[in-house]
């Protein structure tokens, strides 16, 4: 089966500058994930649906974080503006259902200037 | 939240010995475990996980314990080959009542298997 596909896979930004991350999950998986891995740390999760519904996003900065899933199928995940700390690799993950195995798509890596 | 414990930070074993990595988590509701391999510049990969229902799971050269009064489970590599390094992370979840399976992750550990 198809995996998880992200992109863009690099993009290099200015501070205050905004930018946006697509993610196509495993099709039929009801359930997507949005994590942000800082070099050297574990991955921590931003936000999370369950088709098209959010279910958790305690964790996502909503001063200048977004997310959407449109049609519970693809997502965007958008900063504006960004921040000097937002440079990461951020994580699209799909699931069948929530508490089922992740899998992981390839990352975006961000860099903020 | 959950808080999960991931020791040691660095690993670095001969080939063929075995590898033992050890996380604690502190939610007593969470029951399920799961563990990732994330090489150099690529994807985490699930290579094993475990549900609280069950106190050992083996596949193959790898082998998972959880102790679920002590709060901890442990990742087993035996006979380590030198494409088994790369950094290993362990997470935690709990599901029902308002949690949906929420992964929160361990620091990570760097295993470097040498020849």
């Known amino acids: 089966e198809a995996g998880v596909a992200q992109s863009p896979r690099y993009k290099i930004i200015e501070k205050r500058q905004s930018v946006a991350f697509w993610c196509n999950p495993i099709?039929?998986?009801?359930?997507l994930y949005w994590y942000q891995q800082i070099l050297g740390q574990g991955p921590k999760l931003l936000i999370q649906f369950q088709n098209n519904g959010v279910v958790d996003d305690s964790q996502l900065p909503k001063d200048r974080f977004s997310a959407e899933r449109l049609k519970g199928v693809d997502s965007t995940l958008k900063i504006q503006p960004a921040k000097l700390e937002d440079s990461a690799v951020y994580l699209c993950?799909?699931?069948?259902?929530?508490?089922?195995?992740?899998?992981f798509g390839p990352g975006t890596r961000l860099t903020v200037t | 939240g959950e808080n999960v414990e991931q020791h040691p930070s660095t690993l670095s074993v001969q080939e063929g010995d075995s590898a033992v990595i050890k996380c604690t988590y502190s939610?007593?509701?969470?029951?399920?475990f799961p563990w990732y391999k994330q090489e150099l510049g690529k994807r985490p990969q699930l290579i094993i996980d475990i549900r609280s229902n069950v106190g050992e799971k083996k596949d193959q050269r790898i082998a998972v314990t959880l102790n679920k009064t002590a709060k901890h489970f442990s990742l087993h590599i035996t006979e380590t080959q030198p494409e088994d390094s790369a950094v290993y992370f362990c997470?935690?979840?709990?599901?029902?009542?308002?949690?949906?399976?929420?992964?929160?992750f361990g620091q990570g550990t760097i295993l470097t298997v040498h020849p």
């Open positions: 997470a935690a979840s709990k599901a029902g009542g308002t949690s949906y399976g929420k992964l929160t």
């Open positions: 993950a799909s699931s069948l259902y929530y508490h089922y195995e992740q899998y």
């Open positions: 939610d007593s509701a969470s029951n399920y």
């Open positions: 099709s039929g998986h009801a359930t």
